[in-house]
């Protein structure tokens, strides 16, 4: 009989949703072929499109951390700031470290934001210097961006542990990733505390693109071959890329 199975495991909570058997669209409904009531679900069905159970999560009701790994499962796939800053303090050590909550948060002027979870050495980093650089996680860093995540102490930089090459930025004082692709030199606009986050805001000051990596004038998205955190300890390559023009209303089907 289906239902829900709520199981204490590797997990927090582990929820498992039991069918009693295949599922198949027929006829515009979704059925099971064990003997079972339909659901009705024509539109859907004509496209194509399965649709099941849901179930409902409350964060209010649920562990932070628990609730924390749904969301990095569903908001996915996330690009990644692999963000290099220095010590205030001593200028030499360089520190660098992936952030998977970043995106472009305005363009004119270009601004760029990645998300702090807890107060870090990049973090303290960037709020001492008011500086640093966005450089572009690419598939064949993949061991390198990951190696740099590890927790080493603050005066330990993760370029010289890791044993990643750097090069001098043009307009600011944090080093680049040498293989990286691209780099975005970075001065800070601001940061914004939000629970237990930071949203730091920078703006872009100078964006160096290798090369290689760009055809027709414009950076080549399989030639750059980004990197993307999914869920748990999950990434992803870039996969199958389709191309889809915006339609402009002018060209909507009228009823």
């Known amino acids: 009989m289906g239902g829900v199975d709520r199981r204490r495991g590797q997990h927090d909570w582990q929820l498992l949703l039991h069918l009693d058997g295949p599922v198949s669209v027929v006829s515009g409904s979704l059925s099971r072929l064990s003997p079972a009531a339909d659901l009705v679900i024509p539109a859907a069905a004509r496209r194509g499109i399965l649709i099941g159970m849901r179930i409902d999560f409350d964060p209010r009701a649920v562990d932070a951390r628990a609730f924390y790994r749904l969301l990095t499962a569903v908001v996915v796939p996330r690009p990644i700031a692999w963000v290099s800053t220095i010590s205030a303090a001593e200028p030499s050590r360089a520190n660098l470290a992936p952030h998977s909550f970043f995106t472009v948060a305005c363009t004119d002027p270009p601004i760029v934001q990645f998300t702090s979870v807890g107060r870090k050495d990049t ?128 060209d909507w089907p009228q009823a």
């Open 123 to 250: 973090l303290r980093n960037v709020e001492a210097t008011g500086e640093f650089v966005v450089n572009f996680a690419a598939e064949p860093l993949f061991e390198q961006v990951n190696a740099s995540a590890v927790d080493f102490p603050a005066h330990e930089g993760e370029f010289d542990a890791v044993g990643i090459e750097r090069e001098p930025s043009l307009r600011v004082k944090p080093p680049r990733v040498a293989a990286s692709p691209v780099a975005l030199e970075c001065r800070l606009h601001s940061t914004l505390g939000i629970g237990n986050s930071t949203l730091v805001l920078g703006e872009v000051v100078h964006a160096a693109v290798r090369e290689d990596v760009i055809v027709d004038g414009h950076p080549d998205i399989r030639r750059l071959r980004p990197l993307a955190r999914l869920g748990g300890d999950e990434w992803s390559t870039i996969g199958e890329v389709r191309d889809l023009a915006r339609i402009a209303y002018r």
